[in-house]
């Protein structure tokens, strides 16, 4: 079967351009895409580093789309295989690198496992990936929650960065909460102390009475919370609590006092922790999702901030069309 492929290019280390055009002409040249719907690359943007440590070179990023009938593992092991013969070296996320090359989306599929999610899991909060994508595919959806990339990208651009916290225990979102507040200044809207956590069965989200969730809405349902009311700002903020959300096809979507996404927690394991992409539930919630391990709390913090500043970075074209590695 054909699947359309959408795969990321980035690179902040080395000689950016060389880098990131010859891992364009090696997907190109690669006989895992179908000649009849060839590579086709994004504009080239310039964006900001994000994370990690400090002094790094901005990135250069682009996005690729073609059609391809090898699987979604076979494309991840091309994309490997090329970084590293062109030497990237992983140390520690975040971190400056020569080439940075992932799957995106692959046709239909959802799930996956160690070593391969797709679609990808923090896709969704990243105005890098997704204003390219929005040269070479903005009608593509994604099959979770059935929006266009174009339409994710004005739903991110709308209201303010934020995110609602699912999953875990009240402690665990709250302490959360509370050192965004302390230690970054964001705005945090609490939930009621005592209410239960959500627990897992074989992947799939199961309500505090303990039955499997089968159905998007009944997820949302069982996850919502009662907290704070959230009130409309001009700043970024977290709540620790899912609140009421409006359809998917509604115009409130865009108002400040919805989340852009939810951000759902997960434990890892020692198989499953960077640098392998890590698991997901294979099914959505009906609403663009992030995802967020728990396991440090205080790297979790840091992965929230990186995620609200990934909703707004500025993205730079600086070429005029997609031909910048032929």
């Known amino acids: 079967m054909i699947a359309q492929c959408l795969i990321s290019f980035g690179s902040n280390l080395g000689d950016r351009s060389d880098l ?7 997907v190109a040249d690669s006989s895992m895409v179908q000649p009849s719907c060839p590579l086709k690359t994004s504009r080239l943007f310039e964006t900001p580093p994000i994370g990690g440590p400090g002094g790094q070179e901005p990135f250069l990023n682009a996005i690729g789309l073609f059609d391809t009938q090898a ?26 690198r020569s080439i940075d090359l992932d799957v995106v989306l692959h ?73 965004l507040s302390e230690e970054y200044g964001i705005r945090t809207f609490a939930a009621e102390p005592g209410t ?18 089968e159905s998007d809405a009944e997820s949302l349902a069982s996850m919502r919370e009662s907290g704070e009311p959230i009130v409309a700002t001009d700043q970024p903020w977290v709540a620790s609590y899912l609140p009421s959300l409006p359809e998917l096809d509604s115009g ?63 993205v730079t074209p600086i070429t005029d069309d997609g031909r910048w590695w032929q």
Do not use: K
Request: glycine share 8%; charged share 20%; aromatic share 6%.
């Open 20 to 26: 990131i055009a010859s891992a364009a002409r090696r």
């Open 71 to 96: 699987s979604a593992r076979d494309i991840l092991v091309l994309l490997q295989e090329i970084e590293q013969d062109l030497g990237r070296q992983r140390r520690q996320r975040w971190d400056a």
């Open 107 to 179: 046709g239909e599929l959802v799930g996956g496992g160690s070593g391969l999610i797709v679609p990808h899991p923090r896709y969704t909060a990243r105005q890098f990936v997704l204003q390219p994508a929005c040269d070479v595919a903005a009608g593509l959806r994604d099959p979770r929650f059935g929006w266009t990339l174009q339409r994710l990208t004005e739903h991110l651009s709308a209201g303010v960065p934020s995110l609602a916290l699912v999953g875990g225990d009240w402690n665990i979102r709250q302490q959360i909460c509370d050192q």
């Open 196 to 213: 239960q956590p959500i627990g897992v069965v074989a992947n799939a989200p199961v309500s505090p009475r303990g039955a499997v969730v």
């Open 252 to 314: 409130e979507t865009d108002l400040a006092t919805v989340p852009r996404l939810i951000a759902r927690l997960q434990r890892t394991t020692a198989q499953t922790r960077w640098p392998a992409p890590h698991q997901m539930w294979p099914a959505g919630w009906g609403w663009p999702e992030y995802r967020l391990e728990i396991d440090d709390i205080q790297w979790a913090v840091r992965e929230v901030v990186s995620a609200l500043d990934s909703m707004r970075c500025p």
